[in-house]
């Protein structure tokens, strides 16, 4: 079975709840208290989001986090590589050298294929075509 990981699932649903509120600045308590998930955790994402450059942070007594870019300009493979790395099914698929069986491997093009396939499906889906698809949530529901 090919996952993404637990923590890029839950960092999809904390940019999600920043993308429910364009232009506002939201403390990790409030992200934490919108999307259900543990203090840490949210913390540990929103840090991992920033460095990635896909969230702004804010500090001082109004401060929190932001979208750095639009909704719509942020794909859900760009959340997921923050979290997890580059996308791809095998080493191969993400370009990395050293497999003893290179030169010779039959299937290796082939698993390219699938990775690239999959990286420009999560390339072709932006935060906010994952909001337009979601029910609209009360604050304090569960997402």
């Known amino acids: ?70 909704a719509q300009d942020i794909s859900l493979a760009e959340i997921v590589e923050a979290l997890d790395g580059p996308i791809g099914l095998t080493e191969c698929s993400v370009g990395h050298a050293g497999c003893e069986r290179q030169s010779y491997c039959s299937v290796a093009r082939d698993w390219q294929g699938v990775g690239a396939a999959i990286d420009n499906a999560l390339r072709g889906v932006s935060l906010a075509d994952m909001l337009r698809r979601q029910p609209v949530r009360t604050h304090g529901a569960r997402v």
Request: include cysteine.
């Open 1 to 70: 079975m090919i996952r993404v990981s637990r923590l890029a699932d839950y960092a999809s649903v904390v940019m999600a709840c920043l993308a429910r509120h364009p232009g506002e600045v939201l403390p990790a308590a409030q992200v934490g208290e919108e999307t259900r998930l543990e203090a840490p955790t949210v913390s540990k994402l929103l840090k991992q989001l920033a460095r990635a450059g896909l969230v702004e942070s804010f500090r001082g007594a109004t401060g929190g986090y932001r979208l750095a870019k639009s």
